[in-house]
């Protein structure tokens, strides 16, 4: 694969990537295969590690394992999102399920792998992550020209962060419905919530989403949360 250094594209020379595994044959392995191809590699040995290396230095692709002590692979996505929302990151794990690969998508994972991953996908992912990458930054580039008030796109990078927070601490409260002839409750409204304290207020969120262009994702998790709740949802009772 021939890499030229066009807008969109990469050299790979100039390619870093941060490679993430408590397995140390596993980690030397992927290491060896990166390398092989001409990039720089970084490699942290748990999600500790290389959550302060994102801290102290940019990356164009972070590679990682999921299932780590300490920190999970999701756990450091999370921690990497909070510092770097453009950065790509691959998530690898050997035993893949629902509730990891939805949690990956929900932090904004570019690829959710199953082990043993093979050579040539890690690879090509690895490549196809730092193109986006890149393109993601000629594209900011071209936002801070001259005239670009830039306090706006720190305000964007700072509402996004707020947003994934406010997501991840949604709840929802059920407020009953009583037909009042019959005092019996006959359904529950369902009403947002977030322990977040910048979102604490429905409107907050909401107003976050459309600003965002978000909504759609937001609705998601609301009737996600709603039909999670409602198994365990109290049977009609008289109101005394």
Same mark, same amino acid.
């Given at each position: 694969?021939?890499?030229? *250094?066009?807008?969109?594209?990469?050299?790979?020379?100039?390619?870093?990537?941060?490679?993430?595994?408590?397995?140390?044959?596993?980690?030397q392995a992927y290491a060896l295969i990166l390398t092989r191809h001409g990039v720089t590699v970084d490699t942290a040995s748990s999600g500790k590690e290389a959550a302060s290396r994102v801290k102290a230095g940019?990356?164009?692709?972070?590679?990682?394992?999921?299932?780590?002590?300490?920190?999970?692979?999701?756990?450091?996505?999370?921690?990497?999102?909070?510092?770097?929302?453009?950065?790509?990151?691959?998530?690898?794990?050997?035993? $893949?399920?629902?509730?990891?690969?939805?949690?990956?998508?929900?932090?904004?994972?570019?690829?959710?792998?199953?082990?043993?991953?093979?050579?040539?996908?890690? #690879?090509?992912?690895?490549?196809?992550?730092?193109?986006?990458?890149? @393109?993601?930054?000629?594209?900011?580039?071209?936002?801070?020209? $001259? *005239?670009?008030?830039?306090?706006?796109? *720190?305000?964007?990078?700072?509402?996004?962060?707020?947003?994934? #927070? *406010?997501m991840r601490l949604m709840w929802m409260a059920f407020q009953p419905i009583v037909e009042w002839g019959d005092r019996r409750i006959f359904g529950y409204e369902a009403l947002l919530r977030s322990d977040e304290?910048?979102?604490?207020?429905?409107?907050?969120?909401?107003?976050?989403?459309?600003?965002?262009?978000?909504?759609?994702?937001?609705?998601?998790?609301?009737?996600? @949360?709603?039909?999670?709740?409602? $198994?365990?949802?109290?049977?009609?009772?008289?109101?005394?």
């Amino acid at each position: 694969m021939e890499e030229t *250094g066009r807008s969109g594209e990469i050299e790979r020379g100039d390619l870093r990537v941060l490679l993430v595994d408590d397995e140390p044959a596993v980690l030397q392995a992927y290491a060896l295969i990166l390398t092989r191809h001409g990039v720089t590699v970084d490699t942290a040995s748990s999600g500790k590690e290389a959550a302060s290396r994102v801290k102290a230095g940019s990356y164009d692709v972070i590679v990682s394992d999921i299932s780590m002590p300490e920190m999970t692979g999701i756990e450091l996505l999370e921690a990497v999102r909070a510092h770097d929302l453009e950065v790509p990151v691959i998530l690898m794990t050997g035993e $893949p399920s629902l509730e990891s690969a939805v949690r990956a998508v929900e932090y904004g994972a570019f690829r959710y792998l199953a082990k043993p991953v093979d050579g040539q996908e890690l #690879w090509d992912t690895a490549v196809r992550a730092a193109r986006i990458h890149k @393109l993601a930054k000629v594209k900011r580039q071209a936002l801070e020209l $001259p *005239g670009t008030d830039r306090s706006r796109l *720190g305000e964007r990078a700072a509402l996004e962060v707020r947003f994934s #927070w *406010g997501m991840r601490l949604m709840w929802m409260a059920f407020q009953p419905i009583v037909e009042w002839g019959d005092r019996r409750i006959f359904g529950y409204e369902a009403l947002l919530r977030s322990d977040e304290p910048l979102m604490k207020n429905p409107a907050d969120i909401l107003d976050a989403a459309e600003r965002l262009g978000r909504l759609h994702e937001l609705g998601r998790a609301v009737r996600g @949360l709603v039909a999670a709740a409602a $198994p365990n949802a109290p049977e009609g009772r008289s109101c005394s």
